[in-house]
């Protein structure tokens, strides 16, 4: 699987963007996807995650109410909606793929295809 992220920018805090990722590879249908972030001298973390059919979301707490995670079967594409962007969000934004078939879940282990990233910049 491949993954194709975009969308990143500056955007002023409150503001909005839209984040997209593209997988190529006949089975995304089957797959869970997630959304994490890695801020500047922080590690990854958890931002948000769906299942194969969206049938189930999860957000970390911090970003709930503000982003909203969906996708796209026909077009192979996850997309993250974000709104009323803070300061706190500047981070890159990785779209990842758990290629095991279950629940889903939250922690980096288990996704084990990344995208290459996109840089989300807010201004205060």
């Known amino acids: 699987v491949q993954l194709q992220a975009s969308g990143g920018g500056l955007v002023q805090a409150g503001g909005s963007l839209r984040l997209s990722c593209a997988a190529s590879?006949?089975?995304?249908?089957?797959?869970?996807m997630g959304w994490f972030r890695q801020a500047p001298g922080k590690e990854r973390q958890f931002v948000a995650a769906?299942?194969?059919?969206?049938?189930?979301?999860d957000y970390t707490d911090s970003v709930k109410g503000r982003f909203t995670i969906s996708r796209d079967n026909a077009k192979n594409t996850v997309y993250l909606q974000m709104n009323s962007l803070r300061p706190e969000d500047t981070a890159v934004y990785y779209c990842?793929?758990?290629?095991?078939?279950?629940?889903?879940?939250?922690?980096?282990?288990?996704?084990?295809?990344w995208g290459q990233g996109t840089l989300v910049t807010v201004s205060s």
């Open positions: 990842a793929v758990d290629s095991r078939r279950g629940p889903l879940r939250i922690e980096l282990p288990h996704y084990d295809y």
């Open positions: 590879g006949r089975t995304f249908t089957s797959y869970n």
């Open positions: 769906i299942t194969w059919n969206g049938g189930m979301i």
